[in-house]
């Protein structure tokens, strides 16, 4: 029996408890089924990040901010999902579900867990998991960094650092020439905006008190004068550099080998003016426009990644209205941000949209189908109006670590159990993979094992 044959007889159970679910299915599928309706090549997929599935990234700067005292992490990532030894099963369960791609990332501290050392078994490492995916039809869609960072770059000032660009563009220089021949799309940073972001939503008294000692511990803990990190620092102070950095990592990819597109993935809120005297077109002048600005220049597409919408009055973002549903995050449960997200990204860039992101956290798997039929549905109307869009890429496949938060949201198409690391697919992760199948079309497989061994 097959490993996907034992997830379906373990998952019937509960999928014979979704009624409403299955009651929804056959006509949303039908509203969204029209091959026609969607363009050639267009790539169904799924997402995750390499701390946040993989496990064990005890070189990453997050690692060490998740273990100093005091720390802002509910808790440790620890092991994740195990999905640096389980990729296998993974990826092939997504492809038999039905999806044409799969969004992941190189993790850097793997790669170069000290300065200048580029460890090549961890660069194989990644090689065969980007074939793996090709040998199952499955396109990789690799991000060089996704919020984590070495040890040692954050011991210098990260992202704060002059020289950081240099050393991103020198990492995805090596790492590209290694696996470049077989990636489908490639970006540089993950969300780099999101500290532009966290600023204007404002954290918890809890979190930013902590913060400063937080790096204060982890600096002493590698015995320099300064520990900076993505999730942790002055947005003002990196961005310059995360700019530039994302210009010469573009560069870097684009040397080859390979001729994939490369671009920058980006957090949007759909931002909503609320009112004459709205500070919306503030905050998207503050949170966007440098960086749709970077990708109109230096990209070949624009990567959006939504997951509701804010209100923004004159005083800034206003929480949800009273009794309005809301997410494990504590958004609005509103799937038509994506729709207007997109149209936003391409009409300030005029390049290809790929939805690298969307989805939502929750315990209760029928709103999840709910918020993806909805999303979905947005994503028509932008294509039928003309708007290139080229991917639809859920987050994620894994209930997975989420940073701040530990294992709390429930954001996965499959769930893990945190003891036995066995995966569950939940009728969303069918629902999806059908649609999937129906609209989607197999990329090529790598039919030469040799070549996941080529440097």
Known sequence: MSEMDRLTRRNFLSMTGMAAVAAVSPAALQAAGEANQWPAGFLWGVATAGHQV????????????????????????????????????????LAKLGFNSYRFSLEWARIEPAQG?????????????????????????????????????????????????????????????????????????????????????????AITEQQAPMLRAAALACGSQQFSSALAS?????????????????????????????????????????????QRDRKRAECYTPWLRAAAEASDYVGVQTY??????????????????????????????????????????????YVTENGIATQDDARRVAYITRAVAGLQRCIADGVDVRSYIHWSLLDNFEWLFGYRPKFGLIAVDRKTQLRTIKPSGRYLGDLARRNGSRQGAVSNRQQRFKS
């Open 117 to 205: 050392e580029f460890l090549r078994a961890q660069l194989d490492h990644y090689r065969r998991v980007i074939a793996c995916c090709r040998e199952h039809g499955v396109a990789p869609v690799v991000t060089f960094n996704h919020a984590t960072t070495p040890r040692w770059f954050a011991a210098q000032g990260g992202w704060e650092n002059p020289q950081s660009p240099e050393l991103f563009a020198r990492y995805c220089e090596r790492a590209a020439a290694h696996v470049g021949d077989l990636i489908a799309v490639a970006s540089t940073l993950n969300e780099p905006n999101i500290g532009l972001l966290l600023k204007w939503l404002g954290l918890p008294p």
């Open 54 to 93: 993989e496990g064990s990234n005890v070189n990453s700067d997050i690692w060490l901010l998740e273990h100093v005292k005091p720390t802002i992490f509910a808790e440790s990532s620890g092991d994740a999902c195990d999905q640096f030894q389980r990729y296998p099963e993974d990826i092939a369960t």
């Open 308 to 353: 509701g919408r804010a209100r923004i009055g004159k005083d800034g973002p206003m929480a949800p209205d009273s009794g309005v549903e809301v997410t494990q995050m504590g958004e609005e449960f509103y799937p038509e941000a994506l729709e207007n997200t997109v149209r936003y990204a391409a009409a300030e860039t005029r390049k290809p949209v």
């Open 234 to 278: 002055d947005p003002a102070a990196t961005l310059p550099q995360l700019l530039k950095a994302h210009r010469v990592g573009y560069a870097a990819i684009k040397s080859g080998p390979g001729k994939c597109p490369v671009g920058v993935n980006l957090a949007i809120i759909d931002d909503q003016a609320v009112g004459e005297d709205s």
